[in-house]
C-alpha cells in the first residue's frame, strides 16, 4: 500500500514531538521509526534520522568584522538590486543591531555597520 502525505517540516518536527510526549513505551518506537521514515522520504532528515529545520526570521552572514575603530561590521550576500530590495534595512546578529549601510554590486555583498542608526516603526 502506498500511502502520499502531503505534510512540511513543521508538522514532521509536531508530530513527532507529540509521539515522544504522549505515547506508551511500547508504541513509541514504531511510531518514531514510522515518522523517521516520512521524514526521509519528504527530505527533512538524512539516514541517520537527524532532522533538517528551518530557522524562521534568519539570514546567512557571509563575514562580520571589526574595524579599527571599533565599528562593528557584517556582509550579507546580495547578488542583485532586487535582492537587495528584499534585505532588511537593519538587523541583529550576536546581540548587536546593525544598520544597512550599503551594496557592493561589484562583490555582490550588502554591508550592514552597528553605528548606523536604527529606528522601529
Known sequence: MNITLNI???E???LTKMVIKDTDTADKQ???YLLWQIAEKAGVCDSEGNLAAP???SINVKGA???PDGVYLVEL???DQDALKK???AINYEGKQYGRTGWNSDANVAYYR???KVAYC
Open 8 to 10: 512540511g517540516q513543521d
Open 12 to 14: 514532521i518536527h509536531r
Open 30 to 32: 514504531a511510531l518514531e
Open 55 to 57: 530557522v524562521t526570521n
Open 65 to 67: 568584522y571589526t574595524l
Open 77 to 79: 550576500d546580495c547578488a
Open 87 to 89: 534585505l532588511p534595512a
Open 114 to 116: 552597528t553605528d548606523k
